[in-house]
């Protein structure tokens, strides 16, 4: 167990995304490639700076609501998914509480929780159960002081998914010591090919839900993430959000509702990238000797361990000598594995999997 005595006042993964993927060859990146505003469907008259969005836009609200067949009191909006967590887990912990979280996991969600002085306990998901969630580790795991337990889905870093009756599981194991569950969905989104959006939120349950538009369809500019919480948990996150973002910026809100209305095209543009660099990894990498890994037909990010090796080394020699950008595992806890992102321009994906192929193979 690990206990936070200092307040952590950085996210050392957040400083490496925003200065350290600059290569040629970026599969460093988690999410599908940017779009633009002409396949968005944007045009001047989507451009108003100002409009009613005191506690966030109502269409867009209304919008999350229906993709969800919730009611609007329940969708909390927030400036993308890393920061509905951190509303999310400031509204529910408090310092010394207890919260759960899986390991590997995001970084930030750690770095965040110990921001707010929780007391972390870990939890293993393990590459020899195919990274899968564990319901009966984690209940034997929840004590009285529990109050929280974090999970993402798709898990990051690896894009195993866990079925809804898993999670409810983890949520039963939770509810016996009035604790809550926080799934991080934001992958979630690249499964909904036939249209059809599906969550482990339930208003009348012990589960909070974070996702956004980010990472399934390009949209990291719009930042455009919400929170799905029961309605008076929700009311309670909207009045905190006053002592943070204080009020959401109108033109990505009105922005974020005509992506809503374009979701099927934009969903196509980032399943044919996806499908794309996908088999062409498989192709490149997939028997590769110096990777020992796990696949999976979703998600855009695969998290194989090195056989050889440790992934900081890599990334350097990537970096140094072939122009490509791949995370070191030790931002997930582990050392001898890297993170490689299947969302962005085909080309250049496959040319950086043939780099990365030069790279282990020297």
Known sequence: MTIATNRTLRSDYMHFAKLKTQATYNLASSGVANCTLAELGATMDDLELHGDNAYGYAPLAERIAARFAIAPACVVSAAGCS???????????????????EDPTYELLVATLEYLRARITRFERRPEAAWRLDPEDIAARVTPRTRLVVLTNLHNPSSALADDATILSVAEAAAKVGAMVLVDEVYLELLFRSGAAGTSFRPDGNIVVTSSLTKAYGLSGLRCGWILAPAGLAERMRRLNDLFSVLPPHLPERLAVLAFDRLQALRARANAMIDTNRAAYVEILGAHPGLDQILFDQGTTVFPRLTDGDGDRLSDLLTTRYDTGIVPGRFFGR????????????????????????????
């Open 83 to 101: 920061f509905a967590n951190h509303l999310a887990m400031a509204a529910l912990v408090e310092p010394g509480d207890e919260v759960l979280v």
């Open 335 to 362: 050392p001898d594995h890297i993170r490689i992102g299947l969302g962005a321009d085909p080309s250049m994906t496959r040319e950086g999997l043939e780099r990365l192929a030069s790279a282990l193979n020297c």
